[in-house]
């Protein structure tokens, strides 16, 4: 495995609005292509751990990360819940 990256670096979203985002692993052919994904500020935005969907839940700013499971690459977003 060599990184891993997501479709947004940011995004906006209204109180109780949902989003997921995509995990891309690199390279293609990658051995482990599990990763989890987490939430700075839960109370700001959720994310399930392995499907990347995003809820906020109250006004703010919160990063969700995606880590590989070897936790050697991570990759951000910033959600801002308005």
């Known amino acids: 495995m060599s990184g ?3 479709n947004k670096t940011s995004t906006s ?3 109780g609005g949902t989003e997921t985002l995509a995990a891309t ?3 293609d052919d990658a051995d482990n292509k599990n990763i989890s994904f987490v939430s700075s ?3 700001i935005a959720t994310v399930t751990p392995k499907q990347g969907k ?3 839940v109250a006004v703010g700013t ?3 990360t995606v880590a590989t ?3 050697d690459f991570t990759a951000t977003c ?3 819940v308005s």
């Open 54 to 56: 995003i809820t906020a």
């Open 78 to 80: 910033e959600v801002i």
């Open 4 to 6: 891993v990256s997501l």
């Open 41 to 43: 500020d839960p109370s």
């Open 13 to 15: 979203l209204a109180v």
């Open 62 to 64: 919160a990063t969700i």
């Open 69 to 71: 499971e070897d936790g």
């Open 25 to 27: 692993i690199e390279p």
